[in-house]
């Protein structure tokens, strides 16, 4: 198993934007699906968004549909959370993850995560 690196996070005013990166290692990394999920404080772990393997075909938990993008460089091995009008309620340490599409079954075990934190 490998850990991805997620980094990106940080602090930002409600309304404003923040973009993740997840850094992953593997030769088959264009062959699977990766995931972000986050967790808020005294909460459960929660799927965020998806891509697949292709880039073809994505998905989101309702609460980010609109406001957050998933998107992949296969060649740079990095996947990518664009959110925009961030809300409080997306405070969270975000992770990444390999994952089996359409399930969001992580695969691997779980890096550091990255905080996002948006103030009101």
């Known amino acids: 198993q490998v850990q991805p690196v997620e980094s990106g996070g940080g602090l930002v005013q409600a309304g404003g934007s923040l973009r993740l990166s997840c850094a992953a290692s593997?030769?088959?990394?264009?062959?699977?699906?990766r995931c972000w999920f986050r967790q808020a404080p005294g909460k459960e772990r929660e799927f965020v968004a998806a891509?697949?393997?292709?880039?073809?075909?994505?998905s989101y938990t309702d609460s980010v549909k609109g406001r957050f993008t998933i998107s992949r460089d296969n060649a740079q091995k990095t996947v990518y959370l664009q959110m925009n009008s961030l809300k409080s309620e997306d405070t969270a340490v975000y992770y990444c993850?390999?994952?089996?599409?359409?399930?969001?079954?992580?695969?691997?075990?779980w890096g550091q995560g990255t905080q996002v934190t948006v103030s009101s």
């Open positions: 993850n390999r994952c089996r599409w359409p399930e969001f079954i992580v695969l691997d075990a």
């Open positions: 593997g030769r088959a990394f264009s062959l699977n699906s």
């Open positions: 891509i697949r393997w292709s880039g073809g075909n994505t």
